[in-house]
Nanobody, 124 residues
Framework: QVQLEESGGGLVQAGGSLRLSCAAS????????MGWFRQAPGKERELTAA????????YYADSVKGRFTISRDNAKNTVYLQMNSLKPEDTAVYSC?????????????????WGQGTQVTVSS
């Protein structure tokens, strides 16, 4: 059974930092792309960042470019999201995903597996 377990969410003041982790289990994901979506109350789900299976290609939403960094450790089946200079508008539930197709993930929000999500709250 495939499982994606996110951790690292919490409450932080504006300007602070958080590091999210997503540990995948149940199979090896080194051949899959991984990413982070976020969804705030009343807003559509947004692909925040993605990383290709090799780690050589990344994608960032315009709203987080220069502040967030996605990385992965294939030996640990884990993907990370380092979030710096956090803003109140970054408040959302962040969910980890695994995808088979890069174009599908980055243009159609398509993913093969989804995590349950972790809450990130940024206070002003």
């Amino acid at each position: 059974q495939v499982q994606l377990e996110e951790s690292g969410g919490g409450l932080v003041q504006a300007g602070g930092s958080l590091r999210l982790s997503c540990a995948a289990s149940g199979r090896t994901f080194s051949n899959y792309h991984m990413g982070w979506f976020r969804q705030a109350p009343g807003k559509e789900r947004e692909l925040t960042a993605a990383i290709s299976w090799s780690g050589s290609t990344t994608y960032y939403a315009d709203s987080v470019k220069g502040r967030f960094t996605i990385s992965r450790d294939n030996a640990k089946n884990t993907v990370y999201l380092q979030m710096n200079s956090l803003k109140p508008e970054d408040t959302a539930v962040y969910s980890c995903v695994v995808a088979g197709a890069w174009t599908g993930l980055t243009t159609r929000n398509e993913a093969k597996y989804w995590g349950q999500g972790t809450q990130v709250t940024v206070s002003s």
